[in-house]
């Protein structure tokens, strides 16, 4: 689909692929299963101060989100967990999950999960405490393995290839599988499919890094207009809303920034320069081109 798209961007968003063409374009990998999480959060972390090298980028998700929505953490030298409101269902490939982002939940269904989820806590080594509407704080006495992969990678991935089951997750495995049982008739539940929306019925662990091992610099701009359609494959309605994006760049790109693209397991940046004097008489194929077809 990448060449195809490439014929039809000049279509749609002719000013946006002009100032591509200005740019020189640089491409960098990701591996999933290094990383554990997708390119874009990867890319995001590496932005700030890295200090665990030994840690996989998935790590440092919750204090990603936590620096995203400004909130202090404390103590700095303990692991700092969250888990995030899912729904897992059987797919064809063993099983999948949609991310709490897709899920439309509101304060006070969170709230009521919390109370069950909460009650369920005692004579386990686990506790939640509240955090956001889409994600709790977890507490826990054992030594969890900080190797979760983020629900953005499992959800366009399969909860099979990221479910680990060592020993050391023995204990969360379990509370999860009680959990899922407390969810399936739960009353809010049961409200949410009478409103034709899909059940929250698990939680996604993210973190187990220290405050202090990793600290972002700044926040980009982020701007994921067009992640759904390509999540679903829809590119009539990914081009369209290309052109709604292009209308958004616009008076930023008159302050010549440098954009962030991103896949699955590949950041292209594109860095804006200044056309050399003989580029004039004998123009080359911008390098994004390049790197955009690399990637199908």
Request: net charge negative; charged share 15%; with cysteine.
């Amino acid at each position: 689909m990448a060449a195809e798209l490439l014929k039809q961007l000049p279509k749609h968003a002719p000013q946006l692929v002009q100032y591509f063409d200005q740019c020189q374009s640089t491409i960098q990998s990701f591996p999933i299963h290094q990383s554990r999480c997708v390119a874009e959060e990867a890319w995001q972390i590496e932005q700030g101060q890295w200090h665990s090298a030994k840690a996989k980028h998935n790590a440092a998700l919750a204090l990603l989100l936590a620096q995203q929505q400004q909130k202090s953490l404390t103590p700095a030298h303990k692991p700092f967990w969250l888990v995030e409101l899912v729904h897992i269902a059987p797919a064809r490939d063993g099983a999948a999950l949609i991310p709490a982002s897709d899920l439309h939940i509101d304060q006070a269904h969170s709230q009521q999960l919390l109370q069950s989820a909460q009650s369920l806590c005692e004579g386990t080594p686990f506790q939640l405490q509240p955090w956001s509407t889409t994600h709790w704080q977890l507490h826990t006495n054992i030594d969890l393995p900080a190797h979760f992969a983020s629900s953005a990678l499992v959800s366009r991935t399969a909860v099979n290839a990221w479910w680990d089951q060592d020993h050391a997750t023995r204990d969360w495995r379990r509370f999860v599988n009680e959990l899922q049982m407390l969810y399936f008739d739960h009353p809010v539940n049961q409200q949410r499919q009478s409103q034709g929306l899909a059940a929250v019925n698990s939680l996604w662990p993210l973190g187990g890094l220290a405050p202090s091992a990793w600290q972002a610099d700044n926040v980009p701009l982020r701007l994921a207009t067009l992640s759904d359609a390509a999540l679903r494959q829809d590119w009539g309605l990914w081009l369209h809303q290309l052109q709604e994006l292009e209308k958004t760049l616009m008076p930023l790109l008159a302050h010549s920034p440098t954009l962030v693209l991103s896949n699955l397991e590949h950041i292209m940046t594109l860095t804006p320069t200044t056309p050399r004097f003989w580029q004039r008489f004998f123009p080359s194929t911008p390098t994004w081109r390049n790197h955009w077809l690399a990637q199908s």
